[in-house]
């Protein structure tokens, strides 16, 4: 209602009691859905990857968001994750444009997290897979000589610790981005080896957000939040974000800003040197095989 008393719309909520647990890691999904306005290229193939590669290395839990009326087969894919408890849903009818929707979902999609989440990705797409910069480097956090397949799960608080840093005091953690030609359609992305002529990474970065300290996030750092905190910047020896992502130009895909491309062997990054089953699991997932 106005302040006159009249009527300005109705909102249905609907909660499952006990659906989210306490988290130390989490992930907002946005632009889960499918038609000729979506943000994605090829979001049938990229989604459940992205998925599975995240739920391996130990994100716990997804926050996910579908506008307008969602195509079946997309409609499948998230309720495997609903069903196993691995991810919300929140579903808006109105479809606002590209700047509005992503700002709005991750204002959303902080507040769910509060009270249940350490450390939320409210940013990072389905086309950007979180990997080790080195992997020797990544596991000396944890004191080990390898590094943990569930490491997005913790590896925030160990960042912290070996920056000799309290929790508390931090509200975010940000790392560089690096982009990557787009794989074949019969390949996982992760096995690109193609990557931007461009020396270093994205000027903008991404990042890990602490629940708890922060009040207001924009895509590439938090807009409020609490004085006396800071955000720390992950080396790319520990750290970084791969891109997969082609351009587009008169219609058709393209190479990272039109240029040609330095081929880079990029190991398959899901169990870190292990068998790369990430393939396999998506199949299980979602019941393939």
Known sequence: EDATGKALGSVLAERKDGLLQQYRSAACVRDVFFNNESSFNHAYKMLPEWLEYS???????FFMYTFGEVDPTMRHML???LAKGWASRIHFERYPDTVERQHAIMEDCLYRAKGHVQWLLPSLDLDEFLRPG???????LWGSASVPQDYLRSVWDEIVRHEGKKTGKVRSISFDLYRYQRAPPNQLEMFSEKRSPLNGGSPLPKYAANVRKVQSLWVHWPQVYEESTLDLRVNKSILVANHYKSKKKDGKMIGCEGKPLLTLKVAFAPLLGREPCGAQAAEATMGGG
Not at 55 to 61: A, K, P, Q, S, T
Not at 134 to 140: G, I, P, R
């Open 134 to 140: 080195n992997a020797t480097q990544l596991a000396q």
């Open 55 to 61: 739920r391996l290395h130990g994100i716990e839990h």
């Open 79 to 81: 309720e495997v994750y």
